[in-house]
């Protein structure tokens, strides 16, 4: 279950994902700390790992577990949310290029992973964001990352603070 290296961190949210594949999902879940705004159709959360600063997640709010099966209000609503969430990212941090995933290999509930690329360096709130796989696959995350829960609330709050 646990990656050789991995932080204490990362270990933590493993395990944590491993116990809901096994009996529950994480999404369909009431309460979410990493939340950033409530739409009708979508759940916008923060994703633990800033390792690319602005990272978030697009979760549907109700259980399916592929992206074909959404109808078109959740489209429309979807295509909305991740043109007001690029915008905000560009103005606050000054991202360059955003890439897109929906997998599901380790949570079966539909989300759309919503990941900022930076060809430079960013200082946010004193910690240094520096996208090391500029022009290459966002995968794999360095392990070494590590970012404070206070600075998370931070991001969490200035990107909520500049949707609409």
């Given at each position: 279950m646990f990656h050789q290296g991995e932080n204490s961190y990362l270990k933590m949210q493993r395990r944590l994902i491993w116990i809901y594949k096994m009996d529950n999902c994480i999404f369909c879940e009431k309460e979410n700390k990493l939340l950033i705004r409530k739409y009708n159709h979508w759940?916008?959360?923060l994703n633990?790992?800033?390792?690319y600063l602005g990272t978030c997640i697009i979760v549907l709010n109700r259980h399916i577990e592929d992206l074909s099966e959404i109808d078109k209000e959740e489209r429309e609503e979807l295509f909305e949310i991740l043109k007001g969430l690029r915008k905000v990212i560009i103005k606050l941090f000054g991202a360059n290029l955003f890439n897109y995933a929906s997998l599901g290999n380790d949570i079966r509930h539909l989300h759309i992973h919503f990941i900022p690329r930076y060809d430079h360096e960013v200082i946010f709130q004193n910690k240094k964001f520096k996208d090391e796989r500029w022009n290459k696959n966002y995968s794999p995350y360095p392990e070494d990352f590590n970012i404070s829960p206070d600075i998370i609330e931070k991001i969490k709050q200035k990107i909520g603070s500049?949707?609409?």
């Open positions: 759940n916008l959360l633990f790992n800033q390792y500049e949707l609409y």
